[in-house]
């Protein structure tokens, strides 16, 4: 049992005491966006009759002002810290989901997605920014890691309790829905209270302020991006038009839909820190190659589901897939936003990670506008498609490894018996 128990304590990210009081707030509000975020697509078409088309255009509206927004807020975030910059983009998602019970026409679904989408593309690189300053450089897979399980958490437990209250024979339930999502943005803020900001270094190497013209010279860090924007657009995004192929095309009710959810948190909660854990010291970019093949797997296993099987049935299957997918996005969260940090020069790292933030915004601008209009022409085919398109990221993955430099190839190793981490940096 000895070596069971010091396995199980090695698991602990031993975090600074910031870090984890910011990854609470992200729980609370990850808890807000599970209830809401999974049922909008059906939303927007199910309750108020948009078509698949017009529904994925709505949705990928978030991403799509978020490319525009993530940009100035990197900037921002280097002028005047993450803290009142992620302060700012909570509200501003406070109001855009809070405005989807008056979306009746089209225009109001894509003003509130726009609203939130101005926040969302602030949100991500002053997070990340906040973790990446306030925790050693050892310690970024673990505290990545976390975020991941916590964030992940939120949403499964969410995704379960908007499955419970969701019916789309009355739209009152899904105003439920979204006005808890905004309440929990505001409850981030209160979290905030209790973080610093970290200290930020000013000026370029040669004394120059520092530009994204300095982001845009780094050419392997360019790569990096263009590769996690294939993924995230074939992968991650598709979880977003997940809901409504379960709904229409296998009959999976709002209940089996939020269980499907739930079981993909469940294995991202259980198993994230171990493999992260497990990665320490191994390749990075092998472990993107890796993703590719276990997404492509997932991805298959979704119209085995829908068009072999129906209702529970089909929800089980579903939520298999959901699970096999849930390990990818261990891989993914245990390489991806580490090595954008150790590739960064830390002067500028607020445009580092808002370009990074970037990335996802184009794979989210991408894939639920690609993927709705897809599984109008095609349901199967989507899936297959996008399985096609994560074998061929893993590959391209495997070709970017040369560029990479040698000193951030590998996930770094902790020392077993790290001394106990300072609460403030």
Sequence with gaps: MRPLAAYFRSLNPRLPRPVQILQLGALVNAFGNGIAFPFLFIYLHNVRGFSL???????????????????LA??????????????????????????????????HGFLASAI????????WPSQSTLIAGLTPQERRPAAFAMQRVMMNLGIGLGGLVGGLIATTSSPGT????????????????????????????????????????????????VGVLALNVVFIAAGMAQLETLPVYAKNEASVSELGIGLVFFV????????QLPLAKLLEGRRRMKTLALLGLVWALAWLLVPVGGVFFAGAAAAAMLAFAAAVFAIGECLHGTVQAPLVADLADHRLLGRY?????????VGFTIGPAAGGFALALSPSGLWIVAAAICVLAGAGALMLERAIPTNVRRTPLVAREAAPLPAEL
Excluded: C, K
């Excluded at 255009?57 to 991403?63: K, M």
């Excluded at 981030?188 to 982001?215: C, K, M, N, Q, W």
């Excluded at 990670?353 to 915004?361: E, G, N, R």
């Design 264 to 271: 993909n948190t469940l294995v991202i909660v259980l198993a």
């Design 353 to 361: 990670m808002a370009s990074s933030a970037f990335s996802w915004q």
């Design 116 to 123: 939130a989408g101005i926040g969302n593309g602030a949100f």
């Design 174 to 221: 899904f105003t439920v829905l979204f006005l808890v999502d905004a309440a929990t943005f505001l409850a981030y803020i209160g979290a905030l209270a209790f973080v610093p900001e970290p200290r930020r270094e000013t000026g370029h190497a040669d004394g120059r302020p520092g530009s994204y013209l300095d982001v845009l010279r780094h050419r392997v860090f």
């Design 74 to 107: 990197g900037a921002l975030v280097d002028r005047v810290g993450g803290r009142r910059t992620l302060t700012a983009a909570l509200v501003l998602m406070a109001l855009g989901f809070g405005a989807y019970p008056l979306v009746h026409e089209s225009w």
């Design 53 to 71: 088309g017009t529904a994925g255009l709505i949705v990928a509206t978030n991403a799509a002002v978020g490319l525009l927004a993530g940009p």
